[in-house]
């Protein structure tokens, strides 16, 4: 439940069962709350019980539930789709999108900041929005 895109089986299940040992997960105690909301988390690392794929997916556990005959489909496909984007931007986007995570708007000038110093550094950068205005495909770098 840690990566960017989740996908799940509808047989799937979920759930964090160290409480039922004695113990808790010290990841999930650290990043569920903040993720997922104080009681959600609590819900699921307190009591240790498992939880479908459609109530991961409910609660914002998971991006996308299918059958899984059409799993692999679906994450060849938002691979595929991850592939054709420039490697500098997804990463510098990624980077973002953690800052804002444990920051929320405290993050915004620091993430502006990156925007502007550090993405629009990259030749991607310059290479997508010539791309756009000369109405053709962009040819990603990855730089």
């Given at each position: 439940?840690?990566?960017?895109?989740?996908?799940?089986a509808d047989t799937a299940t979920f759930g964090q069962p160290e409480i039922k040992l004695g113990v808790y997960p010290p990841f999930a105690a650290a990043a569920y709350p903040r993720?997922?909301?104080?009681?959600r988390?609590?819900?699921?690392?307190?009591?240790?019980?498992?939880?479908?794929a459609q109530?991961?997916?409910?609660?914002?556990?998971?991006?996308?539930?299918?059958?899984?005959?059409?799993?692999?489909?679906?994450?060849?496909?938002?691979?595929t789709k991850l592939a054709a984007l420039s490697t500098s931007s997804v990463r510098k986007t990624r980077e973002a999108l953690r800052?804002?995570?444990?920051k929320g708007l405290d993050a915004?000038?620091?993430?502006?900041?990156?925007?502007?110093?550090?993405l629009m550094a990259t030749e991607d950068a310059t290479e997508g929005l010539r791309s756009f205005l000369e109405k053709?495909?962009?040819?990603w770098r990855g730089r």
């Open positions: 439940m840690a990566s960017d895109l989740v996908y799940a993720w997922f909301g104080r009681a988390a609590a819900e699921l690392v307190l009591l240790g019980e498992t939880i479908t109530g991961a997916f409910a609660r914002g556990f998971i991006t996308a539930v299918m059958p899984g005959d059409r799993l692999a489909a679906k994450v060849l496909d938002t691979c800052i804002g995570e444990a915004l000038d620091a993430i502006e900041d990156a925007y502007r110093n550090e053709r495909e962009p040819k």
